[in-house]
């Protein structure tokens, strides 16, 4: 553990600056800035997560041009970025490591996520205080505090921050500051404690996902929580897990490419197939298969749920659908009762 | 499949096309390959053809890997199909695969295997029974029976392969089309029917049905009857697909991609999934 002053850590970050981008958060997402001024970054998490700067809204796989109706696949144009990522909360460095797995995991190795992820440094956060919506906790008691996949990972403490690193390159940018002493040592127990402390009341996760997969039957458990939805799909784009996409091709002025765009299985046109056929045909089975993805099928998949309890979705939907609620009922109800 | 970088095509080249079908909507499009040691693939593997310009769907590989060149047998629906009938021989065409797992021919070793498929579904069917039923593999294999049925005759595809595979002494080739046509001598009568009247042994043996959902609806039943137990009896599924590498997330049924855990599956392994339909 080492002590670091504000200005040195300012220092750090825009002397990186001056090879590659800074992104912190600004307003409601996090945003490329020219230099950082300030360590403190609001309580909580942005509306939108980090997960667009390695899996932008929309990438280009590939491109070709167009001759005399012949094509020419032109050299693929790989991402290349270098940046350093300030201000990540803990639950979307969970996150991250989760789309790390996902993407260049699984037999298939994702370049275009890859390329831009390894080009990146992530600074955390610690959560002095949590949000009204976060219920990290639920899923991990020690999540606020959690440095994860963080290449340095800070606590402010009163006018100075404790900083961590998990990674090689964390661990050479943080070698020339001393060592933290006792005192703050001490401050630091305190300041986890109190972390800790002000999320909310934890609802039982244990044995979550076979008890949600079990519901998947009982409409009248959904009820109350499907028939409000809009199917806007707010909830996945802010997701810090979600990484639905669509490939789509176009051709202008003779240059064609294929790229994908994030999508959401919230749309109807997600699984609609050329016959006809649609196997989530209205927006109860969408519904429904967003809460069995995140609470159930990627715990029976990866053995992790794809919801780190940042309350994102709880803050951003218009309908006022609260995940956290269908995990609380689902404490309540029997097996397939309701 | 491009090792570096799974979402770029291979160029390969239309080397032959015929329409499959009477009434023109299926076409099967022979594909070459630049190298094709880039390209081992098993029965029930699927891949995605891709046109630049127009788009990238999945389809299943026809062919056995006993053939020189790869096969694919397309039914005209949406945009990217329609534009594959509209090519001509030597067009360039982009590939990605071979994608998905493939049907259990190493379990089947030593059974009997029952092939049942209805309308164009037959086309990762034809690549298994030339798998299993070519005279290298012919000995590894007990008995092997095809059901296979369509609307009309006009509707079969591989007629003609179809035709000889019925001489062969050492497969039981049962052909059926719906309702009575003039100079049709084999079965009438829906595939669910024939299975029950050719009635293959189940002992010890593996079903494999591909067909339109309501065809495996009624086979299913069938097959029980005949003893034929969940696992094993396997099917291909469908659903939408883009990335075809569990990368977009589009095909899940319960917690199952269908492009990167399946296609195929067997009915025991379906038996438990939270399917949306
Ligand atoms: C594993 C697998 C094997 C298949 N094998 C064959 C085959 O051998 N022969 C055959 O004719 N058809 C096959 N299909 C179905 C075929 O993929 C669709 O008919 C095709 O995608 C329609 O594309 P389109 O562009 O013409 O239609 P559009 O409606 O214009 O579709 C747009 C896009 O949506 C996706 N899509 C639409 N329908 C489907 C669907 N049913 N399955 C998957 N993706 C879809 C594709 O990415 C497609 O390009 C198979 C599907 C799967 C999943
Ligand atoms: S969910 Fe947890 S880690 Fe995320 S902002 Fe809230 S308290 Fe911090
Ligand atoms: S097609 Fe993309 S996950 Fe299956």
């Known amino acids: 553990m080492k002590i670091i002053k504000t200005d040195e850590l300012l220092n750090l970050i825009n002397n990186l600056g001056k090879e590659m981008d800074i992104w912190a958060p600004v307003g409601d997402s996090f945003e490329r800035v020219p230099s950082l001024k300030t360590v403190e970054i609001p309580q909580g998490t942005t509306h939108f997560s980090a997960k667009e700067i390695f899996f932008p809204k929309e990438q280009t796989l590939l491109t070709y041009k167009r001759e005399d109706g012949n094509f020419e696949l032109d050299s693929v144009p790989l991402p290349d970025a270098k940046g350093v990522i300030f201000g990540l909360r803990s639950c979307d460095l969970v996150a991250i490591a989760e789309m790390d797995e996902f993407f260049t995991g699984r037999t298939y190795t994702d370049v275009y996520y890859q390329k831009l992820r390894e080009g990146m440094l992530l600074f955390g956060v610690a959560c002095k205080q949590a949000a009204p919506t976060c219920f990290c906790n639920w899923f991990d008691p020690d999540v606020p505090v959690n440095p994860g996949v963080a290449d340095v990972y800070l606590y402010p403490l009163e006018n100075y921050l404790l900083a961590t690193s998990t990674t090689e390159r964390g661990e050479k940018m943080l070698s020339s500051f001393p060592d933290a002493d006792e005192e703050s040592l001490e401050k630091l127990e305190r300041f986890k404690l109190e972390s800790i402390a002000s999320l909310p009341e934890k609802q039982e996760t244990d044995g979550l ?100 309890g940042c309350g994102r979705c709880v803050v951003m939907c218009p309908a006022n659908i609260d995940i956290r609620e269908v995990i609380a009922k689902s404490c309540t109800v029997s097996r397939g009762g309701g | 499949m491009n090792s ?25 499009f022979v594909v070459e390959l630049p190298d094709s040691k880039r390209f081992d693939y098993k029965p029930g593997q699927f891949c995605q053809l891709s046109l630049l310009g127009v788009g990238e769907a999945p389809f299943g590989i026809a062919s056995s890997p006993d053939e020189k060149h790869l096969l694919f047998t397309v039914n005209r629906i949406g945009t990217l199909t ?34 049942v498929g209805g309308g164009y579904a037959f086309t990762t069917l034809r690549s298994l029974f030339l798998y299993i039923a070519s005279p290298k593999r012919r000995g590894d294999y007990n008995d092997i029976t095809i059901v296979y049925g369509a609307r009309e005759p006009g509707l079969l595809l591989y007629r003609d392969e179809f035709d000889r595979w019925s001489k062969r002494e050492d497969v039981s080739v049962e052909l059926t089309i719906d309702k009575a046509y003039e100079g049709w001598t084999r079965h ?78 067997s009915f025991e392994e379906l038996k438990g999934l939270n399917a949306d339909f």
């Open chain 2, 188 to 265: 009438i009568g829906f595939v669910p029917a024939v299975l029950e009247k050719v009635a293959p042994s189940s002992k010890g043996a593996y079903a494999v049905v591909c067909g339109p959902p309501i065809m495996i609806k009624f086979t299913l039943p069938v097959l029980e009857k005949l003893g034929f137990p969940p696992e094993r009896i396997y099917t291909s599924l469908e659903m939408r697909m883009k990335c075809g590498i569990g990368k977009c997330g589009r095909c899940n049924i319960g917690e199952k991609y269908i492009c990167y855990d399946g296609p195929v599956f």
């Open chain 1, 209 to 308: 996902a076979d008890r949600i997969y079990e519901l998947f039957d009982d409409k009248q458990f959904w009820q109350g929580t499907f028939d409000r939805c809009l199917g806007c799909g707010i909830c996945t784009f802010v997701c810090p897990t979600c990484h639905c996409f669509d490939i789509q091709e176009e051709i202008i002025n003779r240059v064609g490419r294929r790229y994908r765009l994030w999508d959401s299985c919230q749309f109807s046109l997600f699984t609609l197939e050329a016959s006809g056929l649609n196997p989530r045909p209205t927006r109860f089975e969408r519904m429904r298969q967003r809460f069995m993805d995140k609470l159930s099928y990627s715990y029976k998949e990866f053995g992790k749920y794809q919801c780190v």
């Open chain 2, 82 to 115: 329609s534009a594959l009938h509209e090519l001509e021989k030597g067009t360039e065409i982009g590939i990605r695969g071979p994608l998905g797992n493939w049907y259990p021919v190493e379990k089947m070793k030593g059974h009997s295997v029952v092939i």
């Open chain 2, 4 to 28: 570096e970088n799974p979402y770029l095509p291979l160029s390969s080249e239309l080397v032959d096309l015929w329409f499959e079908t009477d009434d023109r909507q299926i076409k099967s």
